[in-house]
């Protein structure tokens, strides 16, 4: 049987789900990077102003919103998970709503925590 990952239209719940799991991971591999750049920061001015020059580049910026998105995701579609367990959004249309107030929410929170930081 040929399955064409393509053709498969996934519920926006599911793919909130998958999001979930994927933003969870980025954050939990991006650790490394954030302790090393954090130790280099505390060394002292030099190491500081290597780990400002690294984090300041373009693909330190790209990098940086990123993991605000993963992270924007991760919380609120947790918060989501929070409420569904607490009974409250149960229903198709319900959680299918709340699902598209993450995927819609998560992005415009990146992009305002990244404004923020960056300028």
Known sequence: MFLDLRRIRLPVT??????????????????????????????????????????GSWAGGLALLLLLWAYSHHLLAGLRLLALDLGLGHGREASARSAWMVLGAAPLLALLLWVALWL
């Open 14 to 55: 599911a793919r909130v789900s998958i999001l979930h799991r994927l933003s969870g991971l980025l954050l939990f591999l991006a650790l490394p990077l954030g302790l090393y750049y954090l130790g280099l920061a505390l060394e002292g001015p030099a190491g500081y102003a290597r780990a400002q020059k690294a984090l």
